[in-house]
C-alpha cells in the first residue's frame, strides 16, 4: 500500500507488520482448528473466538494506522512530533512511541469494555478464579504423577506448538520428534552456546544468540505451578484496580476521552505540555471525526470519562 512520502517510514513498516499478523492470525486458527494438534484441534473448536478476536484487533489497527499516515491532517503533526519533543528519546524514535501509545489506549479500552463489572461483581467473579487456581495448585502438588507433567509442560507446550508451525509450512519432521517434541530452540542451543562461549543473557545489548538461549532456557525450567503462583498474584493485584468503566453497554462512548487523556500523558512527558491542537487533530484522526478542536478535548483531559469544569 502506497502512502504520503511525509508518513513515518517506520510507522509504514509497523501498518505491513499489522496486516501480516492479521493474515498469519486467520491461517492459524484455519489450521489448528482443522490440523493434527489433537488439544489445539479441540481449543479452537471449542473457543473459535480467541483467534477471530485477535484477527479483528489487528484489522481494527491497522485502519487506525492506515489513517493517520495518510490523512492530510497529520501531515504537520508527524512533523512535530519528530522535531518538537524534549525527551531523550531519538526523533526517530517519537512516532513509534506515539503510535504505541494509541495502539495499547486501544487495546486496553477494549480489554476493560470486555471486564467491565460492578465491583461487587468484580470482586465475587475474581475471587472465584483465585479459588480454583488454588484448588488446581493443591490438587497438583497431592500427585507425583501431576508433579513430574506440570514441570515441564510449558516447554512440552512449545515443542508441540514448534512442530505445528513447521508442518504448515512443509518442513520435514522426524519421527522421534513428534513423539518428544523438542523445545523450539533446543536444536540451537549447543550450537549457539558454542558461538557465544557463555550462557544466556536477557540483556537488550547481549548477542541475538545469548538472548536466544536465555529465553529457551527459562521455559524450559518453568513449571506450571510457578506460572499458577503468578497468576493468582496478577489476579489478586487486578482486585486492587479501580476501573474507569464499570457498565460494558456503555463502555464505548468513553474512548474519545480514554484516548484524548492518554495522548495528553503523553505530550506532556514528552513535549512539556498537553499540546491541545494536536491531540484534538489526532483523537480526530483516530476515531474518524471532524472538527475537534483544543476547546474540544480539554474539558476530558484530566476527568474519568465526564467533562468536567476544568479548561485549563
Known amino acids: 500500500?502506497?502512502?504520503?512520502?511525509?508518513?513515518?517510514?517506520?510507522?509504514?513498516?509497523?501498518?505491513?507488520?499489522?496486516?501480516?499478523?492479521?493474515?498469519r492470525s486467520r491461517r492459524e486458527f484455519e489450521y489448528h482448528s482443522t490440523g493434527p494438534g489433537k488439544w489445539l484441534n479441540e481449543f479452537f473448536t471449542n473457543h473459535p473466538q480467541c483467534y477471530l478476536d485477535e484477527e479483528r484487533t489487528y484489522i481494527k489497527l491497522a485502519a487506525i494506522l492506515n489513517r493517520l499516515l495518510s490523512n492530510e491532517n497529520m501531515r504537520e503533526i508527524?512533523?512535530?512530533?519528530?522535531?518538537?519533543?524534549?525527551?531523550?528519546?531519538?526523533?526517530?524514535?517519537?512516532?513509534?512511541?506515539?503510535?504505541?501509545?494509541?495502539?495499547?489506549a486501544c487495546l486496553d479500552f477494549s480489554?476493560?469494555?470486555?471486564?467491565?463489572?460492578?465491583p461487587a461483581n468484580k470482586k465475587r467473579e475474581l475471587d472465584k478464579?483465585?479459588?480454583?487456581?488454588?484448588?488446581?495448585?493443591?490438587?497438583?502438588?497431592?500427585?507425583?504423577r501431576a508433579m513430574a507433567v506440570q514441570q515441564n509442560l510449558i516447554a512440552h507446550i512449545l515443542g508441540e506448538k514448534a512442530i505445528l508451525h513447521r508442518e504448515m509450512l512443509d518442513d520435514e519432521i522426524d519421527i522421534s520428534e513428534r513423539m518428544y517434541p523438542p523445545l523450539p530452540l533446543?536444536?540451537?542451543?549447543?550450537?549457539?552456546?558454542?558461538?557465544?562461549?557463555?550462557w544466556g543473557s536477557a540483556r537488550r545489548d547481549a548477542p541475538l544468540i545469548e538472548r536466544l538461549i536465555f529465553w529457551a532456557e527459562t521455559a524450559e525450567r518453568t513449571s506450571l505451578l510457578e506460572l499458577l503462583?503468578?497468576?493468582?498474584?496478577?489476579i489478586q493485584a487486578e482486585k486492587t484496580i479501580d476501573d474507569e468503566i464499570k457498565q460494558p453497554a456503555r463502555g464505548g462512548q468513553y474512548f474519545r476521552p480514554y484516548l484524548t487523556r492518554r495522548l495528553s500523558e503523553f505530550m506532556k512527558?514528552?513535549?512539556?505540555?498537553?499540546?491541545?491542537?494536536?491531540?484534538?487533530?489526532?483523537?480526530?484522526?483516530?476515531?474518524?471525526?471532524?472538527?475537534?478542536?483544543?476547546?474540544?478535548?480539554?474539558?476530558?483531559?484530566?476527568s474519568t470519562g465526564k467533562k468536567t469544569k476544568e479548561t485549563r
Not at 229 to 234: Q, Y
Not at 294 to 301: F, G, I, K, N, W
Open 111 to 118: 480489554q476493560q469494555i470486555a471486564s467491565a463489572r460492578s
Open 129 to 144: 478464579v483465585i479459588q480454583a487456581t488454588r484448588t488446581l495448585a493443591n490438587a497438583i502438588k497431592t500427585s507425583p
Open 186 to 198: 533446543s536444536s540451537d542451543l549447543v550450537e549457539g552456546r558454542r558461538a557465544a562461549d557463555s
Open 78 to 104: 508527524w512533523r512535530r512530533v519528530s522535531t518538537d519533543h524534549s525527551s531523550a528519546a531519538s526523533t526517530g524514535d517519537m512516532p513509534i512511541l506515539l503510535w504505541r501509545t494509541i495502539a495499547k
Open 229 to 234: 503462583d503468578l497468576f493468582e498474584e496478577a
Open 269 to 302: 512527558e514528552h513535549y512539556g505540555s498537553p499540546l491541545d491542537d494536536s491531540v484534538a487533530a489526532i483523537t480526530g484522526v483516530c476515531l474518524n471525526i471532524q472538527g475537534l478542536d483544543r476547546d474540544s478535548v480539554r474539558p476530558y483531559r484530566k
Open 1 to 23: 500500500m502506497d502512502f504520503p512520502k511525509w508518513a513515518p517510514s517506520a510507522l509504514v513498516c509497523e501498518f505491513e507488520k499489522l496486516r501480516q499478523e492479521a493474515t
